[in-house]
């Protein structure tokens, strides 16, 4: 499971790190690159979402500590926030024109990324709390990233 999630919180990263550079770039922003990566967020973050929610947040939520359970609700409150802002964010930005609307586009973006990066520190948080704890729960099912990514890949938001 940690590898897992380590292995979306790395693409997650990946992502906010270009989109951050795209947006701030000095030499001008290439608008087909924010588009491509908001929408490998969005299809990256729901996938997330539901292998955070399946491995992650159930361990927490059925642990026998009550810190455990108040992180898995913490989380999974956060998760689902996180992943419907991005989606909203992707419909209204695929309808509109960052460019011509690049004094609303920039500070909302930059606001997103710095939000994905929060909840990756508290996935992380969460995560070493199962650590600690070496019990897996008998219906954890193991889901490689890659196979949520394609299954979203042929969905559209």
């Given at each position: 499971?940690?590898?897992m999630?380590?292995?979306y ?9 270009s989109a ?23 299809r990256t ?16 939520l ?6 455990d359970?108040?992180?898995?609700q913490?989380?999974s ?13 992707a419909?209204k ?8 609307m690049?004094?609303?586009y920039?500070?909302?973006a ?18 070493k ?29």
């Open positions: 499971m940690r590898d999630l380590e292995e919180l790395e693409r997650m990263i990946a992502i906010t790190v951050e550079m795209e947006i701030l770039s000095v030499s001008g922003t290439d608008f087909a690159h924010l588009d491509y990566h908001r929408m490998r967020m969005a973050l729901t996938a997330y979402q539901l292998f955070a929610h399946r491995e992650m947040f159930h361990a927490l059925s642990s026998r500590h009550a810190a359970v108040e992180c898995g913490r989380l409150v956060e998760c689902n926030a996180l992943a419907e802002a991005m989606r909203a964010h419909r930005w695929a309808a509109q024109e960052p460019a011509a690049w004094g609303e920039r500070p909302a930059l606001g997103l990324i710095e939000r994905i990066r929060q909840h990756i520190l508290h996935a992380r948080a969460g995560a709390r199962l650590d600690r704890d070496e019990r897996m729960p008998a219906e954890a099912m193991s889901y490689p990233a890659d196979s949520y990514l394609r299954q979203m890949a042929r969905t559209s938001l």
